[in-house]
């Protein structure tokens, strides 16, 4: 990895040399929270900025997909290009960057890729920037406070100036080109050490740090906990609308007005909805919120690592805001925690 | 949603077009007239259609013969009950658009101690108000086999929605609630500052749209069979929102609805 600093009123140059070639997507404010949208102009983007309330996967994964179209007439594919817009995102926090490499895995990285995510990801850089966790984050719990790869540059603000990670050529050239990097000094070493504590002393201190999550998971796979949990669901599926992990799609067909043509298109799914596990025949082998919340809970915490190593959770803490039920990971860390002092009480 | 054997494999194959009728029962006919608002694409729809009777433009008889009937309106006299089991025993799909009809909607809201209200309105009631019931969604009386929601519909949904009658389609209907959709929105959520929203308990579909232009959802595209009532209540008062004002403003499409408190049924 290639370290260099810049300083911070060097920032709108590397926007907008980006801008030259590149639609620039960055936080912006809407209404009372933020979420990432192309921008015109450096200024309109607000680096400091909580979790988003929505994540990055729309740019991979939007949240509705035409992935090819049909003469419904003859019954023959036709044409379909995918738009795939050169992007970069600008500003993303740690745990959004793991997110991604999270999807990757999915996508990307597995026996069958999928073209339209990967033409996508292909076409975009990602800079990331260092953050100050908010109340609801817990990305540290499962290691994801730190971007290890899956950027383009990273930003650490180290107050006036930024040590940038660099690991690509693209935007090594561009940061070059823009910005006047210099090596880093033993100063600007030990201020990155003092941002990094500052950011890891800064976690809520609240949510439950529990070891052996996923264990866990499987001893209290029966307990009454999930009933207590998943009777107050709503099923709505907010929680996996702004999950940055949550990669589930439905594909649906629909006509042209005329009933001529025909697209196939992917949305958003997930198993928090009704009617996920509903099979031919009819049969629906998760009907009850219970069930649904807790396989949510067990693909994030449990099943998912089994499989890939990683939890599909990075403790973004949108879910945490967007449920409205207050069903989250926090609550199975919490009744772990409980379940732990009960056990050290009856011993 | 009642679901007929036909939803999977639509009413065409017999040669012609599919003949259909559009009728109403209690509404303002703003359903029907929502159709035309497709515009550009009018005329495409109707060439895949034989009309052959449309109550807003048409005042000769409806034929004896068709194979799907469009139908706005709540039920609200018995001469339009016995006219709608009439509908269903001749038509091979019901679709079933707007509040009105799918959820009893605006005719639905005086539907609580309804018998006590004609009085209420008239000396004398007049003959012209028909034989009256308490106001009833389309499917408490026969099966549907499609629904457009809302109030007024999608003029786009409905057409998918004939599409699926004369094309078949093994889509499934689903219960999920608003709030996903109002998450792609990315808007903020109106119980952060305290304000009352229906999106919690209201099947999603219509992509949040009132959300998005800054108006909480009223639930005009029906309570979802898998609301979570309790649930919901329980939120209301955890973001200062009074659960009652939250069953208040369920009465407002969702009256005649069974798990709504206070539904006459
Ligand atoms: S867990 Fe929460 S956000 Fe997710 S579907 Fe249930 S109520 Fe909605
Ligand atoms: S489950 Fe919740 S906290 Fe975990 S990544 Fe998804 S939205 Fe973030
Ligand atoms: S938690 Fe559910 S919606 Fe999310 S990825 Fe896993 S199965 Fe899909
Ligand atoms: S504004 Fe309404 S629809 Fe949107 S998330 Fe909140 S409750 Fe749900
Ligand atoms: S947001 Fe609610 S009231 Fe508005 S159209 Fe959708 S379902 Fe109807």
Known sequence: MLYRVIDAAELPLLVSAFMQQYEVVAPVKRGRSYVFDAIEHPEDMVLDYPTTSASLKKYFLPPKETLMRFNAQTNRVAE?????????????????????NRLDQVFRDGTYNDPYYCARRDATLIVGISCTPADSCFCHLWDADEARFGYDLFLQDIGDRFLVSI???????????????????????IDFRHATRRRQA??????????????????FHKDDFWEELGSRCLSCSACAAVCPTCFCFDLQDRLSPDGKQGERYRVWDACTSPQFAQVAGGHNFRPEGRERVRHRMYHKLNGFLANHDRMLCVGCGRCVKACKADINPVKVLEFFKQKGADDASAA | MTTTELSGIGVRGQGRPARVVVASFA???????QITNIEQHLMDVLGQIDLVYWQLTDSTPMPEEFDIAVIEGAVTTEQAESQLKELRSKAKAIIAIGSCAVT???????????YERPSQ???????????????????????????????????YDFVVMLQRAIYGSNKLATTRTL????????????FEDGTLCLGLVTSAGCGARCVNLGRPCLGCAGLSPSANLDSARQCCERYGVDARAFDERLQLFNQTNPAVEDSDR
Not at chain 2, 105 to 114: A, E, K, L, Y
């Open chain 1, 167 to 189: 690991s690509s050529v693209e935007a090594a050239n561009i940061l070059e080109s823009a910005c006047n990097p210099r090596e880093a000094t033993d100063q600007d070493r």
């Open chain 2, 104 to 114: 009893g909607g605006v005719p639905g809201m005086v539907s609580r101690d309804f």
């Open chain 1, 202 to 219: 800064s976690f809520n201190p609240g949510i439950p740090d529990i070891q052996d999550v996923a264990m866990l998971m499987d001893a």
């Open chain 1, 80 to 100: 379909h290009t995918l738009e795939v817009p050169p992007r970069v995102i600008f500003g993303a926090h740690a745990c959004d960057i793991n997110a991604i």
């Open chain 2, 121 to 155: 309105v008239y000396p004398k009631v007049p003959h012209a108000c028909g034989k009256m019931i308490t106001p009833r969604p389309v499917s408490a009386i026969v099966n549907v086999d499609f629904e457009t929601r809302c109030c007024p519909i999608d003029p």
């Open chain 2, 27 to 33: 509404s303002c006919f703003g359903c029907q007239l």
């Open chain 2, 179 to 190: 709030c996903s959709d109002c998450k792609r929105n990315e808007t903020s959520c109106f």
